[in-house]
């Protein structure tokens, strides 16, 4: 076989070339097809879960705000009767719901995603205070110091959640 090839190398070593090259082409943009695609259902995952972060945390914001204020104004203009009380409760099961569910999506290895965790607990706790506090201290006070409160954490969760959303959309530019 091999005095066969050199008695035939002028178009034998050509055409083993050619099909060498050919194959290699092939096997090349199959790696590169298979990569691409790789990156590409990557970059919508991330595109996916940018927007679920986007909207939970939107409805956390959402709830917390109405429910903070819902809070304020029953203590300032009602009884607070217990039947309020259990939709207030229900409002704020929905929010830890939600605060559950944003704690299964974010890395707890990734201090923008914990600074996410951690101003959620705040707001949480500060409607929780606002809801326990005892009608008898000063309503206004009572409003004041706990509307501000809450703000504060919320002003702080846009920020980090910012944060986390601006980091992710860099890597689905960078298709890593």
């Known amino acids: 076989m091999g005095k066969w090839i050199l ?33 590409e259902v990557l970059s919508k995952n991330r595109q996916e879960w940018i927007n679920d972060l986007r909207r939970q945390v939107s409805e956390f914001i959402s709830l917390a705000m109405d429910l903070s204020d819902e809070i304020v104004i029953k203590k300032l203009t009602t009884k607070y009767e217990i039947s309020e009380q259990r939709e207030i409760i229900k409002k704020i099961y929905k929010i830890i719901s939600i605060r559950d569910y944003l704690i299964l999506l974010l890395n707890p290895s990734e201090k923008d995603s914990q600074n996410i965790i951690i101003n959620i607990e705040n707001i949480i706790t500060t409607i929780n205070k606002l809801h326990n506090t005892n009608k008898q201290n000063d309503p206004m006070e009572i409003a004041t110091k706990y509307s501000l409160k809450t703000k504060s954490h919320i002003t702080k969760l846009t920020k980090s959640t910012q944060l986390v959303l601006k980091t992710e959309w860099k890597r689905v530019k960078k298709g890593i």
């Not at 060498?20 to 590169?32: I, Y």
């Open 7 to 39: 008695e035939n190398k002028d178009w034998v070593v050509p055409l083993s070339v050619a099909l060498l090259s050919l194959v290699g082409a092939a096997l090349g943009g199959w790696w590169a097809g298979r990569k691409r695609i790789g990156i």
